[in-house]
């Protein structure tokens, strides 16, 4: 029988799973999606919350990225006017900059009433058991007919273009989108793992998490390739953190890699025996890894996206106007290309550009000083965002944003306190 308790960890992952992959309700509105509502959650409940204490507490190491949004978003709204654009995708930034901001409160203060508590092993766990979850979820809609009418019936995500096109998804999992969220989870997993005092001691936590990751790294990158990219970062840096690589080992780092290459082994195991006797899933497997496969089977790593990258979608500025303020226009698939790099760039030049960017390395810095057991698994996430705008225009403010929740609902903890969070 599931208890009270049971139930209100299932109710939080729900909220998590809401504001981390977000979703449309087919019988309501298009601005009433579950990211929106998180959003609005979050405003009320920091209303709320100001009104108890009188006072409107502000996070004071958020400030530098308010200003860094507003700034851009100041830019964004020049490029629109001196080009005539009604395109304001980019430049209405700080909206989407505040719904995740609000977002993260709700959803990491769910966290701090029903755990007592909200640290960066908490939002780990959560947002693991949510990769996981989706990953199951995908595999239902992808097996059992009935079950995906019924998510079709009442979710809202597109599922009529994905099944054109053959791809698994969750409910707000799907493409790059969730690629990108699945390599946040798998990054943020190698880290919670390697430095958490109290994971590593938990048996059950450890495994709980290890399976986690490896099935988002199956799964996920069939849901999206992109999660390949997650999966690496994280992988080498277990390896090269986690124990695996020391002359002398200590005991619970014997424990860890004792479970960690055992969950691989058993992993490559079931994967093989359902390569060999699953034609379906040998398919899925091919296409989810198949510029691995690729790799071992001419000798060269392609895929059939990356080709199309390279040979189409490197479209760039063609006067000095557009590469220093930009065209102002980005919507609608204007200059048919998806990589960041150009549609970032075609949008406000490399002014909007180099400022956008100065956001994702501020708050690099600033997180780097407050939990600084994590500085490692922060410059990895700093990577990923300029990674992945080879391939996609998205960013990954939302992990950003649950940090700032975490320090704010934290308001009277030092720096040392802060990290003493996660070794309790």
């Not at 970062?233 to 986690?242: F, M, Q, T």
Request: a neutral charge; hydrophobic letters at 50%; proline letters at 2%.
């Amino acid at each position: 029988m599931i208890g009270v308790k049971n139930i209100s960890y299932i109710i939080t992952g729900l909220i998590v799973s809401m504001y981390f992959f977000p979703f449309g309700f087919t019988f309501l509105p298009e601005i009433t999606n579950s990211k929106n509502l998180c959003g609005f959650m979050g405003v009320i409940l920091a209303l709320f919350d100001g009104l108890k204490v009188r006072e409107i507490r502000v996070n004071k190491i958020m400030l530098g990225a308010i200003f860094i949004v507003i700034i851009y978003s100041i830019i964004g709204y020049i490029s629109i006017d001196i080009n005539n654009s009604f395109d304001k995708s980019y430049a209405n930034y700080f909206v989407s900059f505040s719904i995740w901001t609000f977002g993260a409160y709700f959803a990491c203060s769910v966290i701090n009433k029903v755990h007592g508590v909200v640290n960066i092993r908490l939002v780990g766990i959560y947002l693991a058991a949510v990769g996981l979850s989706q990953c199951i979820l995908a595999l239902l809609n992808n097996t059992f007919p009935f079950f995906k009418v019924l998510v079709d019936t009442y979710i809202e995500q597109g599922s009529g273009f994905l099944d054109g096109i053959g791809r698994w998804y969750g409910i707000g999992a799907a493409l790059d989108p969730a690629g990108v969220r699945f390599c946040l989870i798998l990054i943020l997993i190698a880290g919670i793992v390697v430095h958490d005092k109290i994971v590593r001691e938990s048996k059950k936590t450890l495994i709980f998490l290890l399976i986690s990751f490896f099935t988002i790294i199956l799964i996920g990158n069939i849901i999206s390739r992109t999660t390949s990219v997650g999966a690496i970062l994280a992988l080498l840096y277990i390896i090269v953190n986690g124990g695996l690589l020391r002359t002398i080992i200590p005991y619970e780092a014997i424990k860890f890699n004792f479970i960690f290459t055992g969950l691989i082994l058993l992993t490559v195991l079931i994967a093989i025996y359902l390569f060999q006797t699953d034609q379906e899933f040998n398919e899925n497997i091919r296409y989810g890894f198949e510029g691995f496969f690729n790799w071992a089977e001419t000798g060269e790593w392609y895929t059939d996206s990356t080709d199309k990258l390279n040979r189409e979608m490197w479209v760039w500025p063609d006067n000095s106007k557009a590469w220093i303020i930009g065209t102002g226009y980005f919507d609608n698939w204007i200059y048919g290309t998806d990589i960041g790099y150009c549609r970032l760039i075609l949008y406000n030049g490399l002014v909007g550009f180099s400022i956008f960017s100065l956001l994702f390395v501020y708050n690099f810095v600033v997180f780097s000083y407050t939990f600084p057991a994590y500085n490692k698994i922060f410059f990895l996430l700093l990577c990923l965002t300029f990674i992945i705008w080879i391939k996609v225009s998205t960013d990954i403010y939302q992990i950003w944003a649950m940090l700032f929740a975490i320090t704010f609902l934290n308001p009277n903890k030092n720096e040392t306190n802060n990290y003493a969070l996660e070794r309790k």
